[in-house]
């Protein structure tokens, strides 16, 4: 009868520790670039992944640029790792997007600024407390609201 050969165990040896370079350890801003990206109302995030639609600045970009993206109608936000780039294209991977609300009267209410309309001015922000006039000729309310939001926040600065 045959005697069945057995394979010695094999003992492994143990597994040395990773352990990160000192060398690879650098500040963000001398490794990575990061840009923001004020794109077309109505832009897409299907439209951000595509990598055509970098082809007008993709020379700028390089591999691991993080870019943040608002569309000018503020619809919503996103983060954005570039993982190639060349000299006309450029793919991206999300990091976050956030689908914003959109901005009300309501939302901006308060009794420091009102917005009003009149044929000569169009509409304008006023502070209610002299009747000042801040700024005028806003082509649509939500253009002055918006103003009106940008400026609370510089006076809170």
């Known amino acids: 009868m045959a005697k069945a050969k057995t394979k010695p165990e094999e003992v492994q040896a143990p597994t040395k520790q990773k352990r990160l370079n000192a060398m690879d350890l650098q500040l963000k801003e001398s490794v990575q670039a990061q840009y923001t990206a004020l794109v077309p109302s109505g832009t897409t995030r299907d439209d951000i992944l595509d990598p055509a639609f970098w082809a007008h600045c993709a020379a700028q970009l390089q591999s691991m640029t993080e870019i943040t993206v608002i569309p000018k109608d503020g619809e919503w936000y ?6 190639y ?10 990091l976050e997007f956030v689908k914003l609300a959109a901005v009300t009267a309501d939302d901006m209410a308060n009794d420091q600024f009102s917005v009003d309309f009149t044929t000569a001015e169009k509409f304008r922000v006023i502070r209610t407390a002299d009747n000042v006039v ?3 000729n806003f082509v649509s ?6 103003w009106m939001a940008e400026h609370m926040k510089a006076m809170a600065a």
């Open 78 to 83: 996103g983060r954005y790792f570039v993982r």
């Open 85 to 94: 780039s060349d000299r006309t294209s450029a793919r991206l991977a999300e």
């Open 141 to 146: 309310q939500e253009a002055a609201y918006e």
């Open 134 to 136: 801040l700024q005028k």
